[in-house]
């Protein structure tokens, strides 16, 4: 028998941005459901591999900046409630040829936003973290202030945090689609329905299987990692191997020291640029997978590219101009929406969460998010 039930906001997806924004409207006092459609802190979607990427300069944009400044204090508090670390400290390198957006773009705002940094030679990259071997021509930003995070346990504790503040998870429960009401929102699911003042929706790569408008603005991308054994592990050592932002001649690569699974871990961006539906993807690391990654860390990582330890298959989910998907929806302005992560988004997450929360509750944030509206994607 489907059941009703009441509430002052649910969220759809509890990944990264759904933790932090379930975590954010019950710390306000709010009656809040989040509903899951996998496990918690599960890895189906985007919002996982053990490590990622935190770095305060930002070549993609300044203005991500101010944010991300926001969300190293909010990771901060969150350890600081949780007596756990999630952040660990490594500085980052931006990295590429002179003129490469990589480079010039973070410099470009640590200079705007005065963020201590140094910029360094490929020779000099070499000296100071000798498991690095990158071209001659190569030009870096590095950051002190860079490292990574721990996905898994910031979306758990963000949700255990929650839970104890009062919210409630249903967690393997799927949605199967929702409606504007009068009053707010009725969601259905395959276990029942339920009904609140508002609705986030931070579905990932399922976000346009919930708002088909966002099909062409939020377009999942089957990506890889791979974890390769090193042959000098003293090389890769978080004490001794930033997390890096690179691009050379066969691409855009990022990677972590090794942390959490044996192996130096690395990726490609957009990988081999395939568009999927995140319910048919192929999950399964296959040897033209591993041949291009194998390649790119043999040639510039040769003491990190031993055997294959693990890989592991994930999702992208792009925006036109790789800039994040955060507003209201304009026919609908009880239901926020934060999508089209493309790949750079977790790290936000934090402040993401209280950026959700703001709109939802105030209809307005302070944060600066006028670059992430729906009404750029329109044509």
Not at 263 to 289: C, L, M, Q, S, T
Request: proline share 6%.
């Amino acid at each position: 028998m489907t059941t009703r039930q009441q509430y002052d906001a649910i969220v759809i997806g509890l990944g990264g941005m759904g933790s932090a924004a379930l975590y954010q409207l019950s710390r306000r006092g709010k009656r809040v459901l989040g509903i899951e459609r996998f496990g918690i802190a599960h890895d189906m979607g985007s919002s996982h591999g053990v490590t990622r990427i935190i770095r305060l300069a930002y070549h993609e944009h300044p203005s991500y900046v101010p944010l991300i400044r926001r969300a190293y204090e909010l990771w901060r508090r969150l350890e600081a409630s949780t007596n756990e670390q999630i952040l660990h400290i490594t500085g980052s390198l931006d990295a590429g040829p002179h003129g490469s957006s990589n480079f010039t773009g973070s410099l470009l705002s640590c200079e705007e936003h005065d963020i201590p940094h140094e910029v360094l030679t490929s020779a000099e990259i070499t000296k100071r973290f000798p498991g690095y071997r990158l071209p001659g021509e190569t030009m870096a930003v590095f950051q002190e202030d860079g490292g990574f995070l721990l996905p898994e346990r910031c979306i758990a504790l963000f949700v255990e945090q929650a839970q104890t503040l009062g919210a409630t998870v249903h967690a393997n429960e799927r949605t199967l689609e929702w409606q504007p009401t009068e009053s707010g929102v009725r969601v259905r699911t395959e276990n029942g329905e339920y009904e609140a003042e508002n609705l986030v929706i931070t579905a990932g790569a399922w976000a346009s299987k919930l708002l088909p408008s966002l099909s062409a603005a939020a377009i999942p991308e089957r990506q890889v990692l791979a974890w390769l054994e090193t042959l000098k592990p003293q090389l890769f050592t978080p004490e001794n191997f930033p997390v890096f932002n690179l691009i050379v001649e066969e691409g855009k690569y990022y990677g972590f020291p090794v942390y959490g699974i044996p192996g130096f871990k690395f990726g490609r961006y957009h990988h081999f640029e395939e568009d999927v539906d995140p319910d048919a993807i192929d999950r399964r690391p296959n040897a033209r997978d591993e041949a291009v990654l194998r390649q790119f860390a043999e040639k510039y990582f040769p003491d990190g590219a031993g055997a294959t330890s693990s890989m592991k298959a994930c999702m992208f989910t792009n925006s036109p101009d790789e800039h994040f998907i955060i507003d209201r929806l304009p026919d609908a302005p009880q239901v926020v929406i934060a999508a089209g992560f493309s790949g750079h988004g977790f790290k936000f997450a934090s402040v993401i969460g209280e950026i959700l929360t703001d709109l939802t509750l105030n209809g307005a944030t302070t944060h600066d998010i006028g670059m992430f509206n729906l009404a750029r994607l329109q044509n």
